[in-house]
Every structure is written in structure tokens, then in C-alpha cells.
């Protein structure tokens, strides 16, 4: 088509419009495109580069970038380049990385026999196992120490796992009694000073016999736990790193080793599932420089689900009253322009209400009333996973009221009408037959609502979100569900590990992988409420939805 006839045609519009629908898919795509390429990259295992030095040094690590160098007014500005190596041996040298300009290097090679430790501690670990010692005693060295290693990472992650176990079932649930016997022993003190309790000598005295029991247990417990603990740690790998000095490694401490200059494609591959599933299922360490996101991951989607369940029937009766109770007049007017203005509010002040409001006012009220015997320490008066889904619920509420007023509206009027003249009252009506038919726009606003609560990371700061949370908000004791837990939080993980972490080009890496996991946990979502929202179209196709 010639473009000027087009012009001529008024068809400029299309190209107008095309063009911009390009640019907005070309900008989301690069987007996408920069998160994945450095997020899901990092868990590839790179081969490990020996690198002398023309002063006679040697260093080796994983290669990272390479850049030029400037040196502005002079010929070789931009000319030469410099090289980064993840040196790891954090503990040995004092750094992770290091930069090095390639003029100054002699020589580069890839050895075999030199192993990548991930550990739980100061970085990963980088050099050749020498020796294997089970105690005192040397049970393997050489290659033999290197053919050992797999099967004592093994033992490793099931000595962690009976070390997890005792720690935080048998141990856990022993302490969770404890706490209990100490919180029903301040009730009765509590209403000894309210008068009127009568004799409580014999329910102390249970008490205090449950108590001693349990107390008896846990120095059981603490005896087993250090047992435990000193077989797992007898068995040790002493390594040799290319400058020459000796590190002595725990073998409960390794989470994985690997040759990294001679692995095959396959093993590779493998290796890269490994970290990609230990990131998913682990909890973080090393500041949240290292391990996984699990506990993140469960406090997102948990919060959305408590937020979902909260602004769902509050924005839908709100909506029905608009639509389909209130007179409309200047008053209704007022209350439509107030909640589409509210839906510009800045996040942050929602996070300000949410402390003052519920966080303060309702969760200490809840606390006076039915934990007196806790305080001075708050119970559901201080941030938690509950407070935090109700201030998102109160920030998204707007969207969801707008969505479902649209989806009443959008309900043919013929419907109701038909409904009433079969006999069924106002509220049969609306239930039965409005409701149904306008479910598909209502979950268009709950899709919108999800969308940004996922995100959202200012008014978690104030109301319950930390850097590290000891515990889920659910476990296997009663209740079960602890909506006053404090929770980790995908996007606030994304600020932590990027901008307060201690080691940030060590933690740069994990804030674009945790984004792709962010982005896929909220399509995923999404994709639900999607799929909930096609199926009930196709059941009631009236809708305009």
C-alpha cells in the first residue's frame, strides 16, 4: 500500500496505532528478555579459569564480565580490557571477586580437577581436595579424596535433614509447649489479680509437673541434637586452592561440589536443575545471598490468598449496594468519584493506615482483650501476615468495586425482570441470577487486584514483611494457620538482596532471578483466576466480560 494514499485515507491511524502497539510489545519483551537471560543464567555452572599473572601470581574463579577500560585523552581509552573472576574463598581472601587487566595476564587455562564447593557459609570454595579425614584419622587422598566427595555431599544433606528434624519438629514442638505452660501460668496470674479465681494451687502445680516433664525432654533432646551433630561433623575434606594454601571444610557444611572444568553437557545440566530446585525449595543463607526462596515464595502467595479472600466480598457488596440499592444521586456520585481517586492514593499511606489502623488499633484492642495474659509482648499487635493482607485488600478494594459495578451494569436488564416476574424476590434475584452472570467481570477485577498486590512492597514494610522469617505462618501446630506471624515477601526479598545486602555483587544475581520467579508466581495466579473467569463466561455468555 502506498503510504501516502494511506495518509490520504485517514489510515494513518493504523500505522499510529500499530506502531505504538509494537514499540509497548518490543519494550516488554526486552524486559523479559534481560530479567530471564540474568536470572535463569546464574545457575548454569560455569567452567573455572586459572589465571597467571605476569608477576608470577595465580588466581582462579568462575569468569563474569569482561569490560574496557577508560582512559579518557590518552589512544588506548576504551582500548584495553579488564576481566572479573568470581574468586570465591571469601574466608581465605577477604573478597569474591577480583578484577584483573588482560595486559598484566601471562598466561589462562582450564585445569581439570578443581572443584566449585557451594557451602553454607563465606561463598562458594574453589580448589583441589587433597585429603579426606574421619575424625583424626585419613581415610582418602588424592583422587580417591576427589571420588569421595559425592557420597559425602550426600551424607551431608541427610545429616541436615535429621539435624532439621530434632531441631525444629521434636525440639520445636517441646519449646511450643513450654511456651504455652508459660503463657496459661501469666492467665492465672492475671486472674488471681482480677480477684475471684478461687484456689488455683492445683492448676500450678500441673504446671509446673507438665513443665518439669517437658524440660526433662528437652535436655534429652539438646543431648541427642549434640551427638547428632558431632558425628555429622567428624568427617572433614581439607582442600587445596591454586595460590597454595590449605582450607579445612566440614563435610556437613557442603550442599554441593562439583568438577567444574569437567563436566560434560549432561552434567552440567544436571547440575543446573540441582541449584534451580534447591533455589525453589531451600531457605536463604548467607544474608539471602545464598539458598533458596521457598519461605518467600509461600508468604506471597499466601498473602495474596488471605488479600483475595478479604477484598473479594467486601468490594462485591459494596458494588451491589452502589448499583443495585442505592438511590443515585449526588451522594452515590460523591462515593464513586472518592473511590476512583482512592485508587490513586501512594501505597505507602495505605501501609501508614494499616499500622495505625489495624496493626495498632484492632490488633492491640484483639490483644487486650483475648492475649492479656501475653503483654507487654504484642500478640496481634504487631505486624503480621493478617494485618498486611487487609491493608492490600483495602489498597486494591477500588479496583475490584469499579470491575464489579461494570459487571452489574453489563447484566441485561430483561434478566432481572424475568427473574421477578417468575416470583423471586429482590435478593433471589441477585444471587441467583445478577451474580452469576456478572462473575466474570468480578474476577477481571480480582486478576487486576492480585496483579498489584503481588507487587506491592512499601505498605508490607510497615505491617509485617521482614528480611528473614524463622517461621511459615503455617505449620503442624495448633491452629495451624498463625495469621500473626511476621512473613518474607518475593518483592521485598528483591529490595533486600539488592540494595541492603553486605556482598552486592554477589547478590546481584539473585535479584533478577528472584523477579522471574516474582513474574511467574503472579502469572500463575493470574492464569487461575483467567481460567475460573473463561469457564463461568462460557457458562453464562450474557455477560460483556
Do not use: C
Not at 505491617?463 to 511476621?486: I, Q, S
Request: charged residues 20%; hydrophobic residues 45%.
Amino acid at each position: 500500500m502506498d503510504l501516502r494514499k494511506a495518509f490520504s485515507r485517514g489510515d494513518h491511524l493504523v500505522w499510529l496505532t500499530g506502531s505504538a502497539l509494537g514499540i509497548s510489545l518490543l519494550m516488554i519483551l526486552g524486559l523479559l528478555l534481560v530479567i530471564l537471560t540474568n536470572g535463569l543464567g546464574i545457575f548454569w555452572p560455569s567452567p573455572i579459569e586459572q589465571v597467571t599473572l605476569d608477576d608470577g601470581s595465580i588466581v582462579a574463579g568462575e569468569p563474569m564480565q569482561r569490560q574496557p577500560i577508560p582512559n579518557p585523552g590518552q589512544p588506548d581509552h576504551l582500548q584495553k580490557h579488564r576481566v572479573q573472576l568470581k574468586v570465591g574463598n571469601r574466608d581465605l581472601y577477604g573478597f569474591d571477586f577480583k578484577w584483573m587487566d588482560e595486559a598484566a595476564i601471562a598466561k589462562r587455562e582450564r585445569p581439570s580437577g578443581i572443584y566449585l564447593v557451594e557451602r553454607s557459609e563465606y561463598g562458594p570454595l574453589i580448589g583441589t581436595p587433597v585429603r579426606v579425614l574421619e575424625g583424626e584419622k585419613e581415610v582418602a587422598s588424592g583422587a580417591d579424596a576427589a571420588a569421595a566427595l559425592a557420597g559425602l555431599v550426600d551424607k551431608a544433606v541427610r545429616d541436615r535433614r535429621e539435624v532439621r528434624a530434632i531441631e525444629k519438629d521434636e525440639i520445636g514442638a517441646v519449646n511450643y509447649d513450654i511456651e504455652r505452660i508459660r503463657l496459661q501460668r501469666r492467665k492465672l496470674d492475671y486472674r488471681e489479680k482480677q480477684g475471684g479465681a478461687g484456689d488455683l494451687s492445683a492448676s500450678r502445680r500441673k504446671l509446673d509437673e507438665r513443665e518439669t516433664a517437658l524440660k526433662a525432654r528437652y535436655a534429652e533432646l539438646e543431648e541427642k541434637l549434640a551427638k547428632r551433630m558431632e558425628g555429622a561433623g567428624s568427617s572433614r575434606v581439607v582442600f587445596r586452592t591454586v595460590d597454595g594454601q590449605v582450607k579445612e571444610l566440614r563435610a556437613f557444611d557442603m550442599y554441593r561440589a562439583y568438577p567444574a572444568n569437567d563436566l560434560s553437557w549432561l552434567g552440567r545440566a544436571r547440575v543446573y536443575a540441582s541449584r534451580l530446585w534447591g533455589f525453589l525449595a531451600d531457605e536463604p543463607r548467607e544474608a539471602n545471598t545464598e539458598g533458596g526462596i521457598f519461605p518467600a515464595i509461600f508468604g506471597t502467595v499466601m498473602m495474596v490468598f488471605l488479600m483475595s479472600l478479604a477484598v473479594v466480598p467486601l468490594g462485591v457488596l459494596a458494588a451491589l449496594y452502589l448499583r443495585e440499592y442505592a438511590k443515585q444521586g449526588l451522594l452515590v456520585r460523591t462515593v464513586r468519584i472518592a473511590v476512583n481517586n482512592l485508587a490513586g492514593v501512594p501505597s505507602i499511606v495505605f501501609g501508614v493506615f494499616g499500622l495505625g489502623f489495624f496493626v495498632y488499633f484492632v490488633g492491640g484492642g484483639i490483644d487486650r482483650i483475648f492475649f492479656p495474659e501475653a503483654l507487654p509482648t504484642p500478640t496481634y499487635g504487631t505486624g503480621g501476615i493478617l494485618w498486611a493482607s487487609m491493608t492490600l485488600a483495602l489498597l486494591t478494594v477500588p479496583v475490584v468495586i469499579v470491575a464489579a459495578e461494570e459487571a452489574l451494569a453489563a447484566v441485561p436488564r430483561s434478566m432481572r425482570e424475568a427473574s421477578l416476574a417468575m416470583g423471586a424476590t429482590k435478593f433471589q434475584t441477585i444471587l441467583r441470577v445478577v451474580l452469576p452472570a456478572a462473575a466474570p467481570g468480578i474476577l477481571t477485577g480480582l486478576i487486576l487486584a492480585m496483579a498489584r498486590a503481588a507487587g506491592e512492597v512499601a505498605p508490607l514494610m510497615l505491617t509485617g514483611v521482614v528480611k528473614l522469617a524463622p517461621e511459615l505462618p503455617l505449620d503442624g501446630f495448633f491452629p495451624f494457620f498463625h495469621l500473626d506471624r511476621k512473613f518474607m515477601h518475593l518483592g521485598f526479598h528483591i529490595y533486600d538482596v539488592g540494595f541492603q545486602s553486605p556482598n552486592v555483587e554477589a547478590a546481584k544475581p539473585m535479584v533478577y532471578t528472584t523477579t522471574v520467579f516474582l513474574l511467574v508466581i503472579v502469572v500463575m495466579l493470574n492464569m487461575t483466576a483467567i481460567t475460573v473467569r473463561n469457564y463461568l463466561r462460557e457458562k453464562y455468555k450474557t455477560s460483556a466480560f
